[in-house]
């Protein structure tokens, strides 16, 4: 199998400017998970998957992003409008059943910069 | 809510070690625990993922052990390498939707 497969690997882009990151997760797996990495505050949630419906997304930070997953092998995570203090790593992770028996497999995450 | 707490943060040792970095959780009504390596610059790598039911799990060099009811995870390490220097993360999976919380992470580096 290939993996979790996240794209683009970078990203750099205007303030104000739309941003829209992308992510397989690994065929057969039935949820999927987008974080997102700072120096400042490590690993976040952001939203939580399960058979392509939201369940948590507390951890999206306000409206400007969004994310969708329309079928079982493909999600994205949408910023609009950018802003420089969005600039992290973001990180897609799928799993089967919750991960409760076989844990979780993450991309190599999107590196987005916004100036 | 749960938080997961790495000591140390960082750690430099010479190569031929054996070491231990901790991992605390303060819900210890966990489903399972995951310790993740992350080189600079990559994504994470799964390692080991322990099982609320077990207490410990290994893979060539590297043991983890869990103890749900002191909320505590172990790494070890044995006879450390410079090839290990990483950034080591555990997630603990806990409440009804089984979400990872991760720690800060342990930043190893083994020197030759």
């Known amino acids: 199998d290939a993996g979790v497969i996240q794209s683009p690997r970078h990203e750099v882009t205007e303030m104000g400017q739309e941003v829209t990151l992308r992510c397989k997760p690994i065929?057969?797996?039935?949820?999927l998970f987008w974080y997102r990495q700072t120096m400042m505050r490590g690993l976040e949630l952001l939203i939580y998957?399960?058979?392509?419906?939201?369940?948590?997304d507390s951890g999206m930070p306000e409206d400007r992003f969004s994310a969708k997953m329309p079928n079982a092998s493909f999600s994205t995570l949408k910023i609009q409008p950018s802003e420089p203090r969005d600039s992290a790593v973001y990180f897609c992770?799928?799993?089967?059943?919750?991960?409760?028996?076989?844990?979780?497999?993450f991309g190599s995450g999107t590196r987005l910069t916004v100036v | 809510k749960q938080e997961v707490t790495q000591i140390p943060a960082a750690l430099s040792v010479p190569e031929g070690e054996n070491l231990v970095l901790n991992c605390s959780f303060t819900?210890?009504?966990?489903?399972?625990l995951q310790w993740f390596r992350q080189d600079p610059g990559k994504g994470l790598t799964s390692l080991l993922l322990?099982?609320?039911?077990?207490r410990e799990q290994t893979s060539g060099r590297l043991n983890a052990s869990l103890d749900k009811s002191s909320g505590r995870s172990t790494l070890y390490i044995a006879a450390s390498q410079p090839g290990d220097s990483a950034t080591y993360l555990c997630?603990?999976?806990?409440?009804?939707?089984?979400?990872?919380?991760f720690g800060r992470g342990t930043s190893l580096i083994v020197h030759p």
């Open positions: 322990i099982q609320s039911s077990q």
């Open positions: 998957f399960n058979n392509n419906v939201p369940i948590d």
């Open positions: 065929s057969g797996h039935n949820s």
């Open positions: 992770a799928s799993s089967l059943s919750q991960g409760a028996t076989y844990g979780y497999t």
């Open positions: 819900d210890s009504a966990i489903y399972n």
């Open positions: 997630a603990a999976a806990s409440g009804g939707s089984y979400i990872p919380t």
